[in-house]
């Protein structure tokens, strides 16, 4: 079934929703790439849960001058991405 | 002498003014445990990955961070794992990487006494602080 823009109940692209493509992407991977695909998906999963458990993490503020990266953008939450990258090793 | 851990070491790795560190806090010595040589690495990379940050800042930040530009220096002690270890079994964490950088800050207030106090032997033999080899 073909739906129309902003349609609420699933997201449909083609003739297929989202689940029915990925449902038949997984049947096409080898064993290797479905485990791959596995493990990846599972750590992105835990990080996120990680995220949600512990919630915005309270930054102290920094000095006058500082909190900018080498490159010129604001600091990322660095606090966050450290729980995060301990919570899924 | 204070103790960094990932969060700090990553942000001087990351921030432009970060290699200012030791003056900005006071001339006080940062060391960390060898752990911290793991996390940094890992941590850089994962945000880089999560497109949190661009692969080249990551890049710069850890070449910055192995050159020590941003003046952290790595010390071990021959106690740190197994008091880490009570550490995180006493505050029921169950794992110990924070309980590292608690340990070390344990070790480095107990050389700070030692140093400061006239009738105590300098800290040497088993026990006491070693830089490592590099």
């Keep these: 079934m073909l739906r129309c823009c ?27 790439e479905a485990e791959n695909t ?13 995220d949600a458990e512990a919630g915005e993490t309270e930054m102290a503020a920094l000095p006058h ?25 | 002498m204070l103790v960094a851990d ?5 942000e001087l ?9 030791d003056s900005a806090l006071g001339g006080e010595e940062l060391v960390a445990p060898c752990l911290l040589w793991s996390e940094v690495p890992s941590v850089l990379s994962e945000m880089a990955f999560r497109g949190e940050i661009s692969r080249d800042l990551a890049t710069q930040a850890l070449e910055r961070f192995l050159t020590g530009e941003i003046h952290v220096a790595e010390r071990r002690h021959v106690e740190l794992t197994m008091t880490a ?7 029921g ?3 110990t990487y924070d309980a590292e950088y608690l340990a070390m800050r344990g ?9 400061t106090c006239a009738c105590a032997a300098a800290p040497t033999g088993s026990g006491s602080w070693s830089r490592h080899p590099s």
């Design chain 2, 107 to 115: 070790f480095s207030i107990l050389a700070s006494s030692r140093s």
């Design chain 2, 13 to 21: 790795s990351l921030d432009r003014l970060g290699e200012q560190a």
């Design chain 1, 38 to 50: 596995l493990r990846l998906l599972d750590a992105r999963h835990q990080g996120e849960q990680a």
């Design chain 2, 93 to 95: 964490w169950a794992k």
């Design chain 2, 6 to 10: 990932a969060a700090l070491a990553v």
């Design chain 2, 85 to 91: 270890w009570r550490i995180a079994s006493e505050l």
């Design chain 1, 6 to 32: 902003g349609a609420p109940a699933s997201i449909t692209i083609s003739a297929m929703t989202t689940k029915e493509r990925l449902h038949r992407l997984v049947d096409e991977l080898s064993d290797r």
């Design chain 1, 65 to 89: 001058g500082w909190g900018e990266t080498l490159t010129g953008e604001p600091m990322p939450n660095v606090a966050a991405a450290v729980r995060r990258s301990r919570a899924t090793h």
